[in-house]
């Protein structure tokens, strides 16, 4: 049975967790709010969903993520810096590095800010959204452990690569596309397999080149290398599967050749021996001043009058409505500040292990 918990609840939650297992408490605070963030827009597959397996588990159990971050400027030059995070808290390592090209770009109109040896930073569309409330343009991007299979391939290489865009607009909400180069994206799948779902046709290609299903079957293919995420247009060139191959390829390369770090299956948790060792990520963060170009009034209105527009434009048969990047997201946030974040009984387990292996105070609805 599924609950609805609070945002505050849920966040105080995620907090504690954070703190309880090493990460000091203004990073805890960052990072909890990274993924409260994700709960509030509805992106339930890196929210709390992902607490315990890619935060929890790591620092605690497998032992191969640092709970605290050094946060290491390798170089630093007027409008660029390149960061080593040490293999601390992703999200800690990208909010200092979308903060430091944010005031990079108001003193050089434009900061581009590139990290190497982080690890999972959460929803790569927090951090452009970071740039928009203070009337810039922001992009990110991160690679990650191998998902992807290159365009008429079969072996995972790329991750699913995120190439995230944030616009300030006149409306409630901000423009940003928030969503990986792959088709979905493995927390989706690991979603589907919580919820005893199958995954859709058409998106998972085995070693045979055939199609999988399976989500549990999946997840474990993906670790040993025997099924692969099919790149945004899908298996094959014929509905456009090079174009997702290519927009991965970029990510890729802006999160691993500037910085020097690490790249494609170079991002797995395992050394030549076969022992668990840290994801070695990379991430690349811009930021745009609108003032230096325009005034931000008038990007905002010009921004917010293409989204009404697409938005108002002939509908198909049967559609209710057309949306634009960040409206379902913001629509979700209005919803769940009433109804709460929705807890399926998997996540319960976790959130029940997690406090009682901590020893936290808290007595949950769904006991």
Known sequence: MIHHIPFDYMYTFMLDVFTGIGVPADEAKICADVLIASDKRGIDSHGIGRLKPIYYDRIVDQKIQKPTTEFEIVRDHLATAVVDGHHGMG???????????????????????????????????????????????GISGTNARPSIAPTFGVENMLGTNPLVFGFPTDEPFDFVNDYATSIIQRGKIEQYAREGRDCPEGLIVGRDGKSKTDSKQILDDLVKGEAALAPIGGIGEETGGYKGYGFATVTEV??????????????????????????????????????????????????GDIMRALRESEKAPGAERIYTCGEKEYLAGIERAESGVPVNEALQKDMITMRNELNLNYTFEFE
């Open 91 to 137: 999200m800690v390592v990208a909010e200092r590095c979308m903060q430091m090209a944010i005031d990079k770009a108001k003193k050089h109109g434009l900061g581009m800010v590139v990290a190497r040896n982080s690890t999972h930073y959460g929803i790569a569309g927090y951090y452009p959204l970071m740039a928009t409330a203070e009337n810039m343009i």
């Open 254 to 303: 802006l999160s691993a050749a500037l910085q020097q770090g690490a790249f494609l299956q170079q991002c797995v948790n395992k050394d030549a021996d076969g022992n668990l060792k840290p994801y070695e990520l990379g991430h690349y963060f811009m930021a745009i001043d609108i003032k230096c170009f325009c005034e931000p009034v008038d990007f905002r209105k010009t921004a």
